[in-house]
């Protein structure tokens, strides 16, 4: 009937990477979006995008989050890369965990900071060393659990509600320091260190929501009940969905 309430579409979120079967984050996925409806009524619409298929223009737009998952190497880091564009640039809520937090960084060097050649060790064995933002870690991270100092007043801390957690790792590559100054210079905040303090969490401020771990909230725990950070994107894509379409 005219005038009447309408309830809010239901948010859509874009979960970009070469879904496997052999990918623990992949598998963990289905478990935490049933468990976000039950618990937390959070419901969500999710679509599986290839890296490959993210790569097309206009692939992430319409959606009201966009979360970049594990799984490196991408059969597209143009794909990868394009997706995260489109999320920054259009203000719709991001997360990238791992591999993603990996290729946020990369995103943001080459256009926004102008390191046009800033490389990731993965994708480019090859590369001048000068020229690797995303490098081996000293350490494999594989497996690794590990406590993380976060930054007082950082979206980060806001999500979590502590400025100290313990997070697990899947993962054999991260941040080369040498990059680092000139993406903070550009606006990049990093917000979260390990007790070595290596960068492990970033987040852009000024943008609704975009966070970027090197670790993997969706391991958190056995999968029943979703970690704060994926809680805090589910809701970021809720608040987004709510919004009217501008005409």
């Known amino acids: 009937m005219p005038g009447a309430h309408l309830p809010a579409r239901v948010p859509r979120i874009a979960l970009v990477g070469d879904r496997s079967p052999h990918v623990k984050s992949h598998v963990r996925i289905p478990l935490l979006l049933d468990a976000l409806a039950e618990q ?27 979360w970049l998952l594990p799984g490196s190497p991408y059969a597209s880091e143009a794909g990868a890369l394009a997706a995260i564009r489109t999320a920054r640039e259009d203000g719709i809520p991001f997360l990238g965990t791992c591999a993603g937090f990996q290729h946020a960084l990369i995103e943001y060097a080459r256009d926004v900071c102008g390191l046009a050649r800033a490389a990731h060790a993965e994708n480019d064995p090859a590369a001048d060393t000068g020229d690797l933002l995303i490098a081996p870690l000293a350490c494999s991270l594989v497996g690794h659990e590990g406590a993380v100092r976060v930054a007082p007043g950082s979206l980060a801390e806001s999500v979590l509600g502590a400025e100290l957690t313990t997070e697990r790792y899947h993962c054999n590559y991260g941040p080369d320091s040498r990059h680092l100054d000139t993406l903070e210079a550009h606006g990049m905040r990093f917000t979260g260190v390990d007790t070595d303090g290596q960068v492990r969490i970033a987040e852009l401020p000024g943008h609704p929501f975009f ?37």
């Open 40 to 66: 937390d009524g959070l419901v969500l619409d999710a679509y599986w995008i290839r890296s490959e298929d993210a790569a097309e223009p206009g692939a992430v737009q319409g959606f009201d989050a966009v």
């Open 211 to 247: 966070l970027a771990t090197l670790f993997q909230p969706e391991l958190a725990g056995d999968g029943s009940r979703p970690h704060p950070i994926v809680r805090a994107l589910a809701r970021a894509a809720v608040m987004r969905a709510a919004v009217p379409a501008r005409e």
